[in-house]
């Protein structure tokens, strides 16, 4: 598998998800990584980035709230988002970062009462 993302569902808002994100070994281990996102009737948007190195940045929207990481001997890059609002609502995937033209399947996460 080259990106499958997965850990979405419905949840109220103040609630928390993490989502993790299983990359092939030799995507995983060259690039930076980032988690996106797109709304409905919005365009897609990076959400978070993370180096090989570990270094992290968020989206103003979602600082203080969202934490990227990586797992390097999983492969795995995760988001774990807490305090979530409606606005928050979408489709989310990860790429590398800067994104590459290949984008695997997203997961839902619908922030709903």
């Known amino acids: 598998v080259q990106l499958q993302a997965s850990g979405g569902g419905l949840v109220q808002p103040g609630g928390s998800l993490r989502l993790s994100c299983a990359v092939s070994?030799?995507?995983?281990?060259?690039?930076?990584m980032g988690w996106y996102r797109q709304a409905p009737g919005k365009q897609r948007e990076l959400v978070a980035s993370?180096?090989?190195?570990?270094?992290?940045n968020y989206a103003d929207s979602v600082k203080g709230r969202f934490t990227i990481s990586r797992d390097n001997a999983k492969n795995t890059v995760y988001l774990q988002m807490n305090s979530l609002r409606s606005e928050d609502t979408a489709v989310y995937y990860c790429?590398?970062?800067?994104?590459?033209?290949?984008w695997g399947q997203g997961t839902q996460v619908t922030v709903s009462s």
């Open positions: 070994a030799t995507i995983f281990r060259r690039n930076n």
């Open positions: 790429n590398v970062f800067p994104s590459s033209s290949s």
């Open positions: 993370i180096t090989t190195g570990g270094n992290t």
